[in-house]
């Protein structure tokens, strides 16, 4: 250790954040929330591999996903500010769980042409900006 971390008292251990544990729950459910959303993705891009029209299908899926929080980023930021972020980030995190057990009912029932799974995708990404805030509490 050099003078400077003895004198502030500050561990160099990359692990150091963990010791509070609102930083370690946040960052376990933001990993999970990342594994969920990359799931979600691969598993729509994988229910089309096979169909003919997949070159178009399977970027399209990227692109449902991500397109809705690019648009929004801006005035999802601005109602982040505006309410409670607690109550916003639970209204959006029940919204996220309809919608993909939605996804997952019409799927295991046979219903999901590209359509539907390409417009079911893209509302899940409408409140992902209102989530994602780096650096804020």
Known sequence: MDDHQHST???????????HRTFFWLWLGVVIDSIGSWGQTVG????????PNAATIVPLVQTASTLPMMLLALPAGALADAFDRRWMMFVIEV???????????????????PALLLTSH????????????????
Do not use: E, H
């Open 9 to 19: 008292g500050v561990s160099a251990s990359p692990f150091a954040p963990f010791r």
């Open 44 to 51: 729509a891009q994988w229910l089309f591999v096979n169909d």
């Open 95 to 113: 919204y996220f769980i309809t919608v993909s057990t939605l996804l997952a009912v019409l799927t295991a029932l046979g219903m999901m042409p």
């Open 122 to 137: 893209s509302q899940s990404g409408p409140g992902r900006p209102c989530c994602r805030r780096p650096g804020r509490p």
